[in-house]
């Protein structure tokens, strides 16, 4: 069986990340989506509802295993208990390549049996990142077209207070 992860922070989940998932469940048997548990990027969301809105936008694919869940420490260590010999990855613009070439190395390092697959992001969601949502979400903006529809109304209240 072929496991692979997708690491995060998913603070949301776009529709970007979800084409992603989506993608990449139809390439390996079980797909892990994993929300690092990370304070240093002070997210707006909690784990907890990081987690769950996720959950509640991925939908049931047939011949995938989608299972969402969240992470500390080391994305190479976390892939090892999980048994993912994969790491996932969205790649959207040139910019973004520098950074993910040095973290797949540096995970291919710590841990020898882990190769990343990048799958490039559908042109529609190029310029999507969770920090935009973010941003037109606290300003009252309209998200409908960056976020899961069902999601949307829970990520606008928190946005706006
Ligand atoms: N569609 C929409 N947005 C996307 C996207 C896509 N396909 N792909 C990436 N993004 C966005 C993300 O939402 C994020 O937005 P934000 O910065 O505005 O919040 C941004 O692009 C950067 O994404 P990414 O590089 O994947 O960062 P991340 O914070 O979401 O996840 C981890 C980073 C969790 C993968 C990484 O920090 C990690 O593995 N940490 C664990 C510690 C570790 O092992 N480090 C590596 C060894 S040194």
Do not use: W
């Not at 987690?51 to 509640?56: G, K, M, S």
């Amino acid at each position: 069986m072929k496991t692979a992860v997708y690491p995060g922070s998913f603070d949301p989940i776009t529709n970007g990340h979800l084409d992603v998932i989506i993608r990449a469940a139809n390439v390996f048997d079980k797909l892990v989506v994993a929300v690092l548990n990370n304070a240093n990027k002070r997210p707006i969301f909690t784990v907890e509802e990081r987690v769950e809105f996720i959950r509640e936008s991925v939908p049931k694919m047939p011949s995938c295993e989608i299972i969402v869940t969240s992470f500390d420490g080391l994305l190479a260590d976390f892939a090892q208990e999980t048994g993912a010999t994969t790491v996932v990855k969205g790649l959207r613009a040139m910019s973004d390549f520098e950074y993910e070439f040095q973290q797949a190395l540096a995970n291919r390092k710590m841990n020898h049996r882990l190769d990343t697959v990048f799958l490039m992001t559908s042109e529609k969601y190029m310029y999507l990142s969770s920090s935009l949502v973010r941003e037109i979400g606290r300003h009252g903006g309209d998200i409908s077209d960056f976020v899961p529809l069902k999601i949307q109304k829970r990520v606008l209240e928190k946005l706006s207070k």
